[in-house]
């Protein structure tokens, strides 16, 4: 059985730093697609930072380009969210997400069909 465990969310101020991990477990495939979104009261959730675990190419959403940083570990299946500067409209519930139909960074929901449970990130002003 796959699954996705995500941690490290937390409460932090305004400028400050959190780093999300996401551990995979229950699957052997080689090539597959790793996100972070988020969903925030009332939005719709966004795919903010997504990697290919081929080529380690990324994606990161406008919002938060410049200040997130996701990294993989291929043998450990982790990857992590670096996420620095944090502003409040940061404040969402985090969700990381696979796709093990194949390698790639395209970061719409659509393709990914294994979630974790989410994980409460808030930023204070």
């Known amino acids: 059985e796959v699954q996705l465990q995500a941690s490290g969310g937390g409460l932090v101020q305004a400028g400050g730093s959190l780093r999300l991990s996401c551990t995979i477990s229950?699957?052997?495939?080689?090539?597959?697609?790793i996100g972070w979104f988020r969903q925030a009261p009332g939005k719709e959730r966004e795919g903010i930072s997504c990697?290919?675990?081929?080529?380690?190419?990324?994606y990161y959403a406008d919002s938060v380009k410049g200040r997130f940083i996701i990294s993989s570990d291929n043998a450990k299946k982790t990857v992590d969210l670096q996420m620095n500067s944090l502003k409040p409209e940061d404040t969402a519930v985090y969700y990381c997400a696979a796709d093990l139909l194949g390698a790639h960074s395209r970061c719409s929901s659509w393709y990914y069909g294994y979630w974790g449970q989410g994980t409460q990130v808030t930023v204070s002003s």
């Open positions: 990697i290919s675990s081929s080529d380690g190419s990324t």
């Open positions: 229950g699957f052997t495939f080689d090539d597959y697609a």
